[in-house]
């Protein structure tokens, strides 16, 4: 029946999210599979199943769970729109004011395995970095629709540009969780905005 075939999907994604929290929460190292079993109600037969090795779970709560967050929360605002472009990028930024604060006790789930992980395993590197390097498309392609419109001087460099807005965000974000302050978060993220309405050509 469609019950019976969808289970083991269900099954799959329970595991996933039990994990995206366990991990968000203690990192991927001090994540216990002994946890996830017992969030889910589940069998060591059911996980190994579906996930082969703790590994093997990580790197797709990278690329099922925190990749599609990722997308739908920096990502996909910054694709062509009926906004301007300097415009939808000030506005992403400024929705960052409304940052809950368990985003600011945990941190941001990407930016915590890239810091934890990258150095350790190239494996999460990669998986991590794939996240990363769409986030800067995706940005430097917003910026040189920007900058062909006029909105953004032509001595910009795009790319970098995105970079350089990519890691000041994330790296808003992990000053925040260690200082554990919503206000160093807001603050910094108006200076990004700051940083971006600097872009447009002279009046």
Request: aromatic share 6%; net charge negative; proline share 4%.
């Amino acid at each position: 029946s469609c019950t019976m075939s969808r289970q083991p999907d269900l099954t799959r994604a329970r595991i996933l999210d039990a994990a995206f929290a366990e991990i968000h929460r203690e990192g991927f190292r001090a994540a216990s599979v002994a946890s996830i079993l017992a969030e889910t109600g589940l069998t060591k037969g059911a996980f190994y199943h579906h996930f082969p090795s703790k590994k093997a779970l990580g790197l797709a709560v990278i690329d099922e769970r925190i990749a599609p967050l990722l997308e739908e929360w920096m990502v996909r605002p910054l694709d062509d729109g009926p906004q301007p472009p300097v415009a939808a990028l000030l506005d992403l930024l400024g929705c960052s004011q409304s940052t809950d604060a368990s985003a600011i006790n945990l941190g941001c789930p990407l930016n915590n395995l890239m810091q934890e992980m990258s150095a350790l395993d190239e494996d999460f590197r990669a998986h991590l970095a794939a996240i990363l390097e769409r986030w800067q498309r995706r940005l430097a392609a917003l910026l040189q629709r920007a900058q062909a419109a006029g909105d953004i001087r032509a001595d910009v460099e795009c790319e970098a540009c995105a970079l350089f807005i990519v890691a000041a965000w994330e790296g808003a974000v992990s000053v925040s969780k260690n200082l554990q302050s919503a206000a160093a978060f807001h603050a910094t993220m108006a200076q990004l905005r700051a940083y971006v309405v600097s872009l447009r050509p002279a009046c």
